[in-house]
């Protein structure tokens, strides 16, 4: 594959979502462990949101082009990497620069496309399913069994928990901020889900569980949540935060039920991750996961493809909050 000297990428200063622009740039420097991607879509978070904002600046030594995750061949190999050859169709968790047409990812972080999906589809999985199989099954222990609840249940991370949750054996609930919303996340296997807007979670997971509460809560909107999560939290309960969507303080808590009820409050980021642990990661994905999306199960809904010069349209798309599962630039479009 005869690599170009220029690519385009998206460029942007911290702000609203005009300020992003399709410029023209040298391509990013290989690593020995890393695989170059010719870029065939892009999924986007809402950690690229935030980012381009200027409230979630990348880590010191990322690229900090925007993308976590993209979908492509690979144009070029690391000296050191080795079980890739060119041409190979991968999808993967970038540390950023996915909004290009060639990004720079360390090869542990790189899966393969599963079976009979699109680049697209491909594009639209490892930023949801490293963060939920990290926070969810590993930090969070939720087993076959237990009961799970997550907030934001139609966001591309809520529809991946939703969806995994149901495959490996627990029993989900779910909030949304629409009735439409509430429909999609049973759809993708919640028991229930409650519209946030007009219906009380703590009192309908209290009586959905028998009073028990649930096992495993995945928290996404922070403060005005807190101790109506640890309410909601059965004996030995795991509360993750992900995110604070509404705030992250808190101006006053009572910890007496972490105590008495044996509760942990955890939670991650994954971007701040090393590579290693990065890599850890996707050795469990390709092991448990990967089977699962290679059978077509537990792919997540994609909501809208946009052509990669209408980024701006992605994200007022995701910030408008209307979207059901997740956002994806086609760079073929
Ligand atoms: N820690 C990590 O490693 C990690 C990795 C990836 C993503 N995340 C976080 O996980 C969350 C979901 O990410 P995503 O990419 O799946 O995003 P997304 O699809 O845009 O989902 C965000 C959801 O949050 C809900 N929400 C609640 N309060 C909100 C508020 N104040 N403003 C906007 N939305 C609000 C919205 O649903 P309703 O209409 O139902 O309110 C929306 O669907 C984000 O907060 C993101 O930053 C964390």
Same mark, same amino acid.
């Given at each position: 594959?005869?690599?170009?000297?220029?690519?385009?990428?998206?460029?942007?200063?911290?702000?609203?979502?005009?300020?992003?622009?399709?410029?023209?740039?040298?391509?990013?420097?290989?690593?020995?462990?890393?695989?170059?991607?010719?870029?065939?879509?892009?999924?986007?978070?809402?950690?690229?949101?935030?980012?381009?904002?200027?409230?979630?600046?990348?880590?010191?030594?990322?690229?900090?082009?925007?993308?976590? %995750?993209?979908?492509?061949?690979?144009?070029?190999?690391?000296? %050191?990497?080795?079980?890739?050859?060119?041409?190979?169709?991968?999808?993967?968790?970038?540390?950023?620069?996915?909004?290009?047409?060639?990004?720079?990812?360390?090869?542990?972080?790189?899966?393969?496309?599963?079976?009979?999906?699109?680049?697209?589809?491909?594009?639209?999985?490892?930023?949801?399913?490293?963060?939920?199989?990290?926070?969810?099954?590993?930090?969070?222990?939720?087993?076959?069994?237990?009961?799970?609840?997550?907030?934001?249940?139609?966001?591309?991370?809520?529809?991946?928990?939703?969806?995994?949750?149901?495959?490996?054996?627990?029993?989900?609930?779910?909030?949304?901020?629409?009735? %439409?919303?509430?429909?999609?996340?049973?759809?993708?296997?919640?028991?229930?889900?409650?519209?946030?807007?007009?219906?009380?979670?703590?009192?309908?997971?209290?009586?959905?569980?028998?009073?028990?509460?649930?096992?495993?809560?995945?928290?996404?909107?922070?403060?005005?949540?807190?101790?109506?999560?640890?309410?909601?939290?059965?004996?030995?309960?795991?509360?993750?935060?992900?995110?604070?969507?509404?705030?992250?303080?808190?101006?006053?808590?009572?910890?007496?039920?972490?105590?008495?009820?044996?509760?942990? !409050?955890?939670?991650?980021?994954?971007?701040?991750?090393?590579?290693?642990?990065?890599?850890?990661?996707?050795?469990?994905?390709?092991?448990?996961?990967?089977?699962?999306?290679?059978?077509?199960?537990?792919?997540?809904?994609?909501?809208?493809?946009?052509?990669?010069?209408?980024?701006?349209?992605?994200?007022?798309?995701? %910030? /408008? /909050?209307?979207?059901?599962?997740?956002? !994806?630039?086609?760079?073929?479009?």
């Amino acid at each position: 594959m005869t690599l170009p000297t220029t690519m385009r990428y998206v460029a942007h200063r911290d702000g609203g979502a005009e300020l992003m622009s399709i410029a023209t740039g040298p391509l990013p420097d290989l690593r020995p462990d890393e695989l170059l991607i010719r870029v065939q879509a892009v999924g986007v978070n809402r950690p690229d949101v935030l980012q381009r904002s200027g409230l979630y600046p990348p880590p010191p030594g990322a690229n900090p082009v925007l993308g976590l %995750e993209c979908a492509g061949e690979v144009a070029a190999i690391g000296a %050191e990497v080795t079980g890739f050859a060119i041409g190979d169709r991968v999808t993967a968790l970038a540390n950023g620069g996915a909004y290009a047409e060639y990004c720079a990812v360390p090869a542990t972080q790189c899966l393969p496309w599963p079976k009979n999906v699109t680049a697209v589809v491909a594009a639209s999985l490892p930023e949801t399913m490293f963060t939920v199989f990290a926070n969810v099954f590993i930090m969070g222990k939720l087993k076959a069994g237990e009961s799970f609840l997550v907030h934001g249940g139609s966001s591309g991370i809520g529809a991946t928990a939703l969806l995994l949750a149901r495959e490996f054996g627990a029993i989900s609930y779910a909030t949304a901020g629409s009735d %439409e919303k509430v429909a999609a996340c049973v759809a993708l296997g919640a028991k229930a889900a409650f519209n946030y807007r007009t219906q009380d979670f703590v009192e309908e997971i209290r009586t959905a569980t028998d009073k028990r509460g649930v096992d495993v809560i995945l928290d996404m909107v922070g403060a005005p949540y807190f101790a109506r999560n640890i309410r909601s939290l059965a004996l030995e309960g795991r509360l993750v935060q992900i995110a604070f969507l509404q705030g992250s303080k808190i101006a006053e808590f009572d910890l007496t039920p972490i105590m008495l009820r044996r509760l942990t !409050v955890t939670g991650s980021t994954m971007r701040a991750r090393s590579n290693a642990q990065k890599a850890a990661i996707a050795a469990e994905l390709r092991a448990k996961v990967w089977p699962v999306l290679d059978a077509g199960r537990c792919l997540p809904p994609v909501h809208a493809v946009f052509p990669f010069a209408q980024v701006a349209d992605a994200h007022r798309l995701m %910030e /408008s /909050s209307t979207h059901i599962g997740k956002i !994806v630039l086609d760079l073929g479009a």
